[in-house]
């Protein structure tokens, strides 16, 4: 979406921003092929593995290590002042723009951008390193001496990647083939489009708000705000329907992969391309299209804030007879 080149009446049409969903799908998909041709790498996501970080003064993962790095650079390009743009690294350790933030339409309501419960990015990599890496590398093994046939020690349910494993290669049974920065670097790619397209549910939101703010005014302003009834009133689960099917048909036809000539090679011995369309699914259903409508009810209950009464019974009286 090109922020600074239309209004915001086109900004925020449903057609338009599901036009995003759909691409940022694409996105997705090809950037969890990518990540999926490495092993798990489980140690890149455990702080204290890397005795190199910590000499630089660095506490936590590899993975962290990569997102605070590459974060820095992108905030001094001024990346984070987008409007659909949240990193992972709390922003009060990010540098500042290096050049003049561009002015954008104003789009989303203040109070609800300004709400920490609106950033989910935590979120995104606890289920991304716990849920997805470990399925979507499930076939890439490597020949490890001396293995003991320790699983992986990530996703031990406290959230702070420590794991239970034994901390060293040997006990990864095969699932590390040192490419800790490559799989870093395609990690990173997967996050920030899961980030955006998870963010999204806050224009999804303004733009459902503003064709019938009166449906949501009541919810919000009961206490405590209904965010049942919220969350009723966005869920559109045809388009849902609709979403998991195409989503398949893509990582299909995305995975499938084409000979030097361009023939259809036939399928792998996992009988898959080169992701598993399931798992692919799973993690929208599972994951994506559920934090979603967490961050579009998040972002409703804050809606009001600030605004002034006259606005409110303003919207309420237009809906009556509605
Ligand atoms: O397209 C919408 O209306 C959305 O709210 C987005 C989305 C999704 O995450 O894809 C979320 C909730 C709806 O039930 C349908 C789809």
Redesign the pocket.
Known sequence: MNFTASSADELLS?DS??GT?IRLEDTIIFYLIERAQFALNAKIYRPGEFEELEKLGFEGSWLQWFLFEIECFHARARRYTSPDEYPFTPISKLPPPIINVQTYPSLLHPASTAHPSTNVNHRILDFYVREIVPVITEGVRVMVKGGDGNESGIGNGNGNGNGNGNGNTKGEDGRDDGNYGSSATRDVEVLQALSRRIHF?MF?SES?FRQAPHEFIPHILSTPPNREALAGL????A??AA?LVRLGNKARLFGAELDAQGNLKGEDQRGEGRIKTDEVVKLYRDW??PL??DV?VDYLEHRLEGVEQGQIDEWMRAGEGK
């Open positions: 449903l921003i599901r969903l549910g999804v459902k966005i869920t559109k689960p388009v849902e979403l994506v299209i979603t409508k579009e």
